[in-house]
């Protein structure tokens, strides 16, 4: 139900934001308009044989009603028809603008009687009523193919961005229920092998894996979310794995306040250390030392997770995770960030780096 709820919200917020985006270019455009009228207007010569000493003030009103009018066609018709009918033939579209240029020159030529305006000097207006009106017809259907064109161009480009954007969270989402079956996996085949070795130890293995588990449900499960949010819930697995290796497994932090509030995909740094462990540690006689550390260095993200291992004793699989991870990353952070592993001298080193961006509430 929470999902839901913040589906329609993330869907409403969206719609509110590209219909500020289109109010706001069809403002910008009439302001443009009416600059570039007003200059037009109050640069032409006057002369006294003419109509020309009528106020100023009118002809600036009349265009500003005149181009209001437009406004409001290409909103209500132009607009409402492509929304209504995305499919449409060029022929019935070129009607719908038709229709557009004909109400336009109607109203522009009964506010220009109403209001007693007159342009001189133009040659349209030296050739007759009928050629006044046919010229006005066509500027205004040149001026609605233009608004069309940019309109529906800039609709095409947000709608490829906006489908781009489902598929990438569709296959984030394919993963985050690829890997959370996966950490399910190895967690119960970790109590599995324990409870044979001592009972009560499952049973308190079992209660630690509620408790992470619960922690997970109760937080809506996102593509990404802040450092220390993660490290939280990694400290939930490490409670699991020290009831598990006791001595055996020493855990060393190092992470600076400002990494914490930096963005990293949900599960994983638990990625990570659940591989050091799981491939590192627990293979170990003597167990070894688990180093996370975490850094802001020139714009980035920097995490490191250290480990020793020893290469005969690490089992085969399917390395679920670390893909998974290396997946997430180039999808959340458009491949600017990279996951890399290095080996010296039985040590395990995966540096994450990725762009830093701070996490609000992080």
Same mark, same amino acid.
């Given at each position: 139900m929470n999902k839901g709820k913040h589906y329609q919200a993330d869907k409403m917020s969206e719609s509110i934001k590209n219909n500020l985006a289109y109010y706001l270019c069809q403002l910008i455009g009439f302001a443009i308009i009416m600059v570039f009228t007003a200059i037009g207007v109050l640069s032409m010569p006057g002369h006294a044989d003419e109509v020309m000493p009528l106020p100023?003030?009118?002809?600036?009103?009349?265009?500003?009603?005149?181009?209001?009018?437009?406004?409001?066609?290409?909103?209500?018709?132009?607009r409402s028809y492509h929304k209504h009918s995305p499919s449409t033939t060029f022929i019935a579209y070129f009607k719908v603008i038709l229709q557009c240029a004909v109400i336009a020159t109607t109203v522009d030529k009964c506010l220009s009687l109403l209001l007693q305006t007159h342009t001189p000097d133009f040659f349209i207006y030296q050739h007759g009523l009928l050629v006044e009106l046919a010229s006005l017809v066509l500027f205004n259907i040149l001026f609605f193919m233009l608004w069309s064109l940019i309109y529906l161009t800039i609709t095409s480009i947000r709608d490829r961005r906006k489908l781009a954007?489902?598929?990438?969270?569709?296959?984030?989402?394919?993963?985050?229920?690829?890997?959370?079956?996966?950490?399910?996996?190895?967690?119960?085949?970790?109590?599995?092998?324990?409870?044979?070795?001592?009972?009560?130890?499952?049973?308190?293995?079992?209660?630690? %894996?509620?408790?992470?588990?619960? #922690?997970?449900?109760?937080? @809506?499960?996102?593509?990404?979310?802040? &450092?220390?949010? =993660? %490290?939280?819930?990694?400290?939930? #697995?490490?409670?699991?794995? @020290?009831?598990?290796?006791?001595?055996? &497994?020493?855990? =060393? %932090?190092?992470?600076?306040?400002?990494?914490?509030?930096?963005?990293?995909?949900?599960?994983?740094?638990?990625t990570l250390v659940e591989n050091a462990i799981k491939h590192g540690v627990a293979n170990l006689k003597d167990g070894g030392t688990l180093t996370l550390k975490s850094q802001v260095k020139a714009e980035q993200l920097i995490i490191d997770v250290i480990n020793p291992y020893q290469s005969d004793l690490i089992k085969s699989g399917t390395k679920v995770g670390l893909k998974n991870l290396t997946q997430r990353i180039?999808?959340?952070?458009?491949?600017?960030?990279?996951?890399?592993?290095?080996?010296?001298?039985?040590?395990?080193?995966?540096?994450?780096?990725?762009?830093?961006?701070?996490?609000?509430?992080g």
């Open positions: 100023i003030a009118k002809e600036i009103i009349r265009s500003f009603l005149s181009y209001s009018v437009t406004v409001l066609l290409s909103h209500y018709l132009l954007e489902q598929l990438k969270n569709q296959q984030l989402a394919s993963l985050m229920n690829q890997i959370n079956p996966h950490f399910l996996f190895n967690s119960l085949n970790t109590i599995r092998g324990m409870i044979f070795e001592d009972e009560d130890k499952a049973a308190e293995l079992v209660t630690q %894996l509620s408790t992470l588990f619960r #922690y997970n449900l109760s937080t @809506d499960t996102k593509a990404h979310t802040s &450092l220390g949010k =993660e %490290l939280a819930v990694c400290q939930h #697995y490490l409670a699991i794995e @020290d009831i598990r290796l006791g001595e055996r &497994l020493r855990i =060393e %932090l190092n992470n600076s306040d400002e990494s914490l509030l930096a963005k990293i995909p949900t599960m994983g740094l638990l180039g999808l959340i952070f458009s491949g600017q960030g990279s996951l890399k592993q290095t080996t010296d001298n039985n040590i395990f080193h995966v540096t994450m780096t990725l762009p830093y961006e701070p996490v609000k509430n």
